[in-house]
C-alpha cells in the first residue's frame, strides 16, 4: 500500500498594500506600533540585525482599504487554495517542475524584492528560482501598474470564488 503523494508548491498567502513606510531602524516607532516584533528590539531581531550591514527594519503599514477594490481591506489572507490548480494566480511555483522553488509568474514579478540574481523575463512570464527562505516581498509596480491591476483582478476575483465554491459545498447545519 503506498502512501498518498505530498505536493510543496509556493503560494501567495496575503496580502498588504503599503499605506505608510516607517524606516524602524532610523526613526522612534509611532506609539501606536510599540508592541510591534519590528519596533520592539528583541532577541531575534537584535541578532538578525547584527549580521547586515545597516539597520534596514521596516515597518510597512497598510493602507485602510485596496485603491483598486476600496470594499477590500488593505491587508489579509486568502482563503482556500487547491494545489492542482494551475491557473490560480496565487499559485507561485509551476506547475510542471517538481520543485516548489521553480516559479512561473507575470514578468513585472521581476521587480521583487528579495529575489537575488535571476534570469531576464522571458516576453509576459519570469521563471525565477527562489533561493533560500523568504515570506514577504515588496513588489515596485513603476511602469507597469495597469498590468499589475488586471493582475490584482484576476488574483481577488479567484480567490473570492475559490471561497464561494467552497461555500456552496457546504452541507447546511
Same mark, same amino acid.
Given at each position: 500500500?503506498?502512501?498518498?503523494?505530498?505536493?510543496?508548491?509556493?503560494?501567495?498567502?496575503?496580502?498588504?498594500?503599503?499605506?505608510?513606510?516607517?524606516?524602524?531602524?532610523?526613526?522612534?516607532?509611532?506609539?501606536?506600533?510599540?508592541?510591534?516584533?519590528?519596533?520592539?528590539?528583541?532577541?531575534?531581531?537584535? $541578532? %538578525?540585525?547584527? @549580521?547586515? &550591514?545597516?539597520?534596514?527594519?521596516?515597518?510597512?503599514?497598510?493602507?485602510?482599504? #485596496? /485603491?483598486?477594490?476600496?470594499?477590500?481591506?488593505?491587508?489579509?489572507?486568502?482563503?482556500?487554495?487547491?494545489?492542482?490548480?494551475?491557473?490560480?494566480?496565487?499559485?507561485? $511555483? %509551476?506547475?510542471? @517542475?517538481? &520543485?516548489?522553488?521553480?516559479?512561473?509568474?507575470?514578468?513585472?514579478?521581476?521587480? #521583487? /524584492?528579495?529575489?537575488?540574481?535571476?534570469?531576464?523575463?522571458?516576453?509576459?512570464?519570469?521563471?525565477?528560482?527562489?533561493?533560500?527562505?523568504?515570506?514577504?516581498?515588496?513588489?515596485?509596480?513603476?511602469?507597469?501598474?495597469?498590468?499589475?491591476?488586471?493582475?490584482?483582478?484576476?488574483?481577488?476575483?479567484?480567490?473570492?470564488?475559490?471561497?464561494?465554491?467552497?461555500?456552496?459545498?457546504?452541507?447546511?447545519?
Amino acid at each position: 500500500m503506498s502512501s498518498p503523494s505530498c505536493t510543496l508548491i509556493h503560494v501567495i498567502f496575503g496580502w498588504l498594500q503599503v499605506g505608510e513606510v516607517i524606516a524602524a531602524g532610523q526613526v522612534k516607532s509611532p506609539r501606536r506600533l510599540h508592541r510591534h516584533p519590528h519596533a520592539m528590539v528583541s532577541g531575534i531581531v537584535r $541578532s %538578525e540585525l547584527g @549580521q547586515r &550591514l545597516e539597520n534596514n527594519n521596516t515597518l510597512y503599514i497598510p493602507r485602510p482599504k #485596496l /485603491s483598486f477594490w476600496p470594499e477590500i481591506d488593505g491587508f489579509g489572507t486568502f482563503g482556500p487554495f487547491f494545489s492542482n490548480d494551475g491557473d490560480d494566480p496565487r499559485r507561485l $511555483s %509551476e506547475p510542471e @517542475q517538481k &520543485l516548489p522553488s521553480q516559479w512561473r509568474v507575470p514578468s513585472f514579478f521581476s521587480t #521583487l /524584492s528579495n529575489m537575488g540574481k535571476q534570469p531576464a523575463p522571458q516576453g509576459t512570464e519570469w521563471y525565477p528560482r527562489r533561493r533560500g527562505p523568504g515570506q514577504e516581498f515588496v513588489l515596485h509596480t513603476g511602469g507597469c501598474e495597469r498590468e499589475v491591476e488586471k493582475w490584482l483582478e484576476r488574483l481577488f476575483e479567484t480567490a473570492a470564488a475559490t471561497i464561494s465554491r467552497n461555500r456552496s459545498h457546504e452541507h447546511p447545519r
